[in-house]
């Protein structure tokens, strides 16, 4: 795992947003898994810095989203399609075609997850996987225990995540308690990976995730396994590794 230190948040979505760039730069149809959440925020707003001034083309590039809340319409702001149309895709131009999330209102949730990873397969796989972590080393919404070999799935979302997320709703009551989530499976079959981690609070599970025992117990420990990963982490963060 290459690990790159960044001096605080900015630095850090700045690494992350170039390093995107390049990607797309050197590939303009490349397929890439997206993240939602506080961490990536910046790195949005500097994507979309680098697309006014140095025209980054987004017009070719495929993307899929690791998660989506069950049960919340796109329409609602606290779904993760509303956030990625707010802060990065109506800002670029992205085709809608081009877009993928996982389809929270589905009535058929095996079928809608079984043509997800499907849908990733048929257009290639993903070149990059953004992700962030939970306090409880989860990656996508992929909770402690989760096994390793399953593809995109739904998930009970612990009451852990469930109270850091309610940051974002009226009350605790409005989150939703599901998920549609890639599956560790899936994220792992991307050719590289970005985590990205900021702040004091997540310095234990970035601990756990880079330098603790591979277990289903902290998700992102898998991370260890894959050959193409580059963890962007700030001071507070990376306290421990
Ligand atoms: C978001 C996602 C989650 C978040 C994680 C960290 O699509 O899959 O794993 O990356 O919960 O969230 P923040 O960045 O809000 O601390």
Redesign the pocket.
């Known amino acids: 795992m290459k690990i790159i230190k960044a001096d605080n948040y900015e630095h850090m979505s700045k690494m992350a947003a170039r390093t995107m760039a390049s990607q797309i730069a050197l590939k303009n149809n490349s397929v890439i898994g997206?993240?939602?959440?506080?961490?990536?925020?910046g790195m949005y707003r500097e994507l979309i810095k680098i697309y006014e001034d140095e025209e980054l083309d987004f017009s070719n590039i495929k993307t899929f989203?690791?998660?989506e809340y069950y049960g919340l319409n796109i329409d609602n702001e606290n779904s993760?399609y509303f956030y990625m149309m707010n802060n990065f895709f109506k800002h670029i131009n992205m085709r809608k075609e081009n877009i993928n999330i996982p389809n929270g209102m589905t009535e058929n949730i095996e079928a809608e997850c079984f043509s997800y990873d499907k849908k990733i397969k048929a257009s290639g796989g993903i070149d990059i996987q953004v992700?962030?972590?939970?306090?409880n080393g989860?990656?996508?919404?992929?909770e402690p225990n989760t096994s390793f070999e399953v593809g995109t799935h739904l998930v009970e979302l612990e009451k852990e995540?469930i109270k850091?997320?309610s940051r974002f709703f009226n009350s605790p009551e409005e989150v939703p308690t599901k998920a549609i989530?890639?599956g560790i499976k899936t994220i792992m079959q991307s050719r590289a990976i970005m985590l990205?981690?900021?702040?004091e609070?997540?310095a234990a599970a970035i601990e756990k995730a880079v330098k603790g025992k591979i277990s289903t117990a902290v998700p992102a420990s898998i991370l260890q396994l894959h050959n193409n990963v580059t963890l962007i982490v700030d001071k507070a963060a990376g306290e421990f590794i």
């Not at 997206?34 to 925020?41: E, K, Q, V, Y």
């Not at 992700?131 to 306090?135: A, D, E, N, Q, R």
């Not at 990205?196 to 702040?199: F, M, N, T, V």
């Open positions: 997206l993240a939602t959440g506080d961490t990536p925020l989203n690791l998660d993760y992700l962030g972590i939970g306090v989860h990656i996508g919404f992929n995540t850091s997320n989530s890639m990205l981690a900021s702040g609070k997540k």
